[in-house]
């Protein structure tokens, strides 16, 4: 079935239902041939001057005061409590283009039961109807609603049998002599002090975007079913006003230079959040700021996303400008060349070409090697596109050097080293070797790896006991190659393996 | 607050009878603006209204006699939604119109469930008698206000100042009907 299948059956159902509750009066649409019906009334609350409207981002709204009366139905008072609207953390922020949000995170109503029955709860409905005149129509803002479970009312309903098992041995009184004061004073919670417990309604956030005015009216409106369904819900709604008022920004401080960690401090401190970033500086050192944004010194809100450029150092191979020497590309990998070219900021353009050389590398480029280009200048170079079966995965074997003095359980990961973090992830593992036995040749663990990709990649030696570690080797891969001969580095680059056995506690 | 279920109702159905002349003037006249206000709420578009409210009228001169309704404002209101709605399907396959119906299907939508049940067949006799015990059994207000949203098609503003409510009120109390309304049909197995 779908909506229009309903739509329609509730066409069909009985005229007694019909003429009974679907129909509005006739006579308020005049004789037959007048105008259309009610329209629904156009409410254009002009609230204040619209010159007035604060656009300091920093406002802060003012727990509203609330004026109701006291509600009495069918055996139960409902009291709105006079500071009904409690609104702490409540915030009002610049909005993008339309102005300022209203969050209310709390709202309070005191239900006192007086009588017999328990009272659940309907739902909370906070809408705030403010209209402007400068938009369509009006805006209504988004409100929500929100279920109170009956296991909320639960303190009551202890209350109440409390109360009860009390009255089936207080003979005395009988239920028509017990004045409505007496009865809420027993039956409200209190805390040590005797103050009435209300129950709180947490509601989550509304916002109401696009309010421009520095005050203005909320309406909470409250459902209660007392008894069990079906019954009438008893409703109250409570007119609440609230100001807004400035609240000074926050100071984010010039943190350039400063050591990353410092500068994080610094900005978690005012109540900003750090977006840290990373970028090659030939000045900043590494480690430490480069920039943010926004720039300090200045004035923020509070809660304000802060970018901190933090320096990796000097980008490699980099250079002052004006004309440099083409690098001699040719052998490499076009990966690799193209990070070449843009550390000595050198444009370079691919062309593929099928060939017996593997795939991906150079195979020849249209600047003679050490001829001066000026920078920027574009370099073309031709790749291989390799033959149909040069894409074989070339699997690679890394002979790590194990001290002889090694002792214990340890393994290996190969892992990107791009991968910036405390405990890099593993692209393989090695299983667990035993210093002293599983090695083939004396003093060697193998490494055996093979990728689809191409890269930098780094060897962990793991304590497979205690999980320590320390990096023991980097190579740079090249899929259907294996290792290459690369420029100024050895592949792979075995570290000392001593000292690695040392820091991973694998040394007697 | 009942429709106009007056003595008159009696009188004009009397006229259908007779086949007078002056039945459909009369019905028009004391009803004729509650049809175009329903006829508008799913339309929109003045003319395409006032030529269903006539296509109302004249339905409901050849159905009377030998029907005889016991409320003549529900007969009518009933004729001229229907009529308004199969006009609206036929409208909004061109793409004209607006009006509450895509708001309404949308909150209608809330009573039915998941996708996954579209293909089943709909026992419409079934939903029929659901329907009837489910409105019956609402409490009147929550009736009312059920139906004048869902048959009547009226805009909650409308129905909150009509019955001297708030909007937010009229929203929950829909909600909360449609809600039970849903639990029923899926109770009922009808979902």
């Not at chain 1, 002599?177 to 004073?185: C, F, K, Y």
Request: some cysteine.
């Amino acid at each position: 079935m779908n909506e229009k299948d309903l739509l329609e059956e509730i066409g069909k159902v009985s005229e007694e239902l019909i003429a009974a509750h679907a129909l509005p009066d006739a006579k308020r649409f005049g004789e037959g041939g007048a105008d259309q019906s009610v329209t629904a009334k156009e409410h254009i609350v002009m609230k204040q001057k619209k010159n007035e409207y604060i656009r300091n981002p920093f406002v802060r709204a003012l727990p509203g005061i609330a004026a109701a009366a006291a509600v009495i139905v069918a055996g139960v008072i409902i009291l709105p409590k006079t500071n009904l609207i409690r609104m702490p953390g409540t915030s009002i922020s610049s909005g993008a283009e339309s102005g300022y949000r209203l969050e209310i995170e709390q709202a309070e109503f005191q239900v006192s039961p007086n009588g017999e029955g328990t009272v659940s709860f309907g739902t909370l409905n906070i809408s705030a109807n403010l209209f402007y005149p400068e938009l369509e129509g009006s805006t209504e803002i988004r409100y929500g609603d929100y279920s109170i479970k009956k296991g909320d009312a639960v303190l009551y309903e202890q209350v109440m049998s409390a109360v009860q098992a009390e009255e089936s041995t207080d003979e005395a009184e009988s239920a028509s002599e017990r004045s409505l004061d007496m009865l809420t004073m027993e039956m409200i919670p209190v805390d040590e002090q005797n103050a009435p417990l209300p129950i709180l309604v947490t509601a989550p956030m509304i916002s109401a975007d696009g309010l421009e005015n520095n005050a203005g009216d909320l309406m909470l409106t409250m459902d209660f079913y007392i008894g069990s369904d079906p019954a009438e819900p008893v409703v109250i709604s409570v007119p609440v006003t609230y100001q807004t008022v400035e609240v000074p920004g926050v100071p984010l401080q010039d943190v350039t230079g400063w050591q990353y960690e410092l500068a994080k401090q610094e900005l978690l401190g005012q109540n900003l959040y750090v977006d840290k970033r990373t970028c090659f500086d030939g000045e900043v050192p590494e480690g430490c700021v480069v920039s943010t944004v926004p720039e300090g010194p200045a004035t923020v809100t509070p809660g304000t996303y802060v970018q901190v450029y933090v320096s990796l150092g000097a980008r490699p191979g980099a250079n002052d400008g004006g004309a440099i020497p083409a690098p001699d590309f040719v052998g490499l990998d076009w990966e690799l060349a193209r990070s070449m070219a843009n550390g000595v900021k050198i444009n370079l353009e691919k062309q593929e070409v099928a060939s017996e050389e593997p795939a991906g590398v150079v195979l020849s480029q249209n600047v003679e090697p050490g001829v001066e280009v000026p920078e920027g200048a574009t370099v073309v170079v031709e790749v291989s596109s390799g033959t149909a079966d040069s894409a074989a995965l070339k699997e690679v074997e890394i002979p790590i050097a194990v001290p002889a003095n090694a002792n214990g359980k340890f393994y290996f990961t190969v892992y990107s080293l791009f991968d910036l973090g405390e405990d890099p992830t593993p692209i393989t593992t090695t299983k667990v070797f035993e210093a002293g036995e599983d090695l083939p040749e004396i003093g060697t663990a193998k490494v055996l790896f093979s990728s689809e990709n191409n890269g930098d990649a780094g060897i962990m030696l793991y304590n497979a006991e205690t999980g320590e570690k320390a990096q023991i080797a980097t190579f740079y891969y090249i899929h259907g190659s294996g290792f290459q001969e690369l420029p100024g580095r050895t592949n792979p680059e075995l570290l000392d393996s001593e000292e690695a056995f040392r820091k991973a506690g694998l040394l007697k | 607050m009942k429709g106009g279920d007056t003595v008159n109702d009696e009188k004009l159905i009397g006229l259908f009878e007779a086949r007078s002349e002056r039945a459909v003037e009369e019905a028009s006249r004391a009803y004729g603006g509650l049809c175009r206000s329903v006829a508008m709420h799913i339309l929109s578009d003045s003319r395409d209204a006032e030529e269903c409210v006539n296509d109302a009228l004249l339905h409901t001169w050849n159905a009377i006699p030998p029907q005889k309704p016991r409320h003549f404002s529900a007969f009518i209101a009933a004729v001229t939604r229907n009529l308004a709605l199969n006009r609206y399907a036929a409208d909004h396959a061109l793409r004209r119109g607006g009006g509450q119906v895509p708001l309404v299907l949308d909150e209608l939508s809330e009573c039915i469930s998941a996708p996954e049940s579209t293909e089943q067949v709909v026992d419409r006799m079934a939903l029929h008698d659901a329907l009837e015990v489910f409105l019956k059994g609402l409490p009147p207000k929550h009736c009312t206000v059920f139906m004048r949203r869902y048959f009547s098609m009226i805009p909650v503003a409308e129905i909150a100042d009509e019955l001297g409510m708030s909007e937010s009120t009229v929203k929950s109390i829909l909600r909360r009907t449609r809600e039970k309304l849903h639990d029923y049909l899926e109770k009922e197995g009808l979902l």
